[in-house]
Nanobody, 124 residues
Framework: QVQLVESGGGLVQAGGSLRLSCAAS????????MGWFRQAPGKEREFVAG????????KYADSVKGRFTVSRDNAENTVYLQMNSLKPEDTAVYYC?????????????????WGQGTQVTVSS
């Protein structure tokens, strides 16, 4: 069992930045690939970014490419999502999740463990 806890969400103005963290505990962090998803009210959960184990491969949704950066610190069992140039449409609850096979990084149903989520609100 892997426990995931997100932090770093909050309220920010459009154009601002936030850095989300996802701390893992329980079973070993390795060799899980990690993903970030988000869900806005009334919308489906969508893939945002993913990073493979141990960190050599990253993937992004087209909507966040060039603005968001995913990274991981395996020594600290933590994954990060740096979000720059935030837009009101980035407002959502953001979740981190752990995945065994990075081939399925976009498919939220393939992820084994999820955090509780952290709210990000971007005002215009």
């Amino acid at each position: 069992q892997v426990q995931l806890v997100e932090s770093g969400g909050g309220l920010v103005q459009a154009g601002g930045s936030l850095r989300l963290s996802c701390a893992a505990s329980g079973r070993t962090f390795s060799p899980y690939n990690m993903g970030w998803f988000r869900q806005a009210p009334g919308k489906e959960r969508e893939f945002v970014a993913g990073v493979s184990w141990p960190g050599g491969n990253t993937k992004y949704a087209d909507s966040v490419k060039g603005r968001f950066t995913v990274s991981r610190d395996n020594a600290e069992n933590t994954v990060y999502l740096q979000m720059n140039s935030l837009k009101p449409e980035d407002t959502a609850v953001y979740y981190c999740a752990a995945l065994r096979n990075f081939f399925y990084y976009r498919d939220y149903e393939k992820y084994d463990y999820w955090g509780q989520g952290t709210q990000v609100t971007v005002s215009s």
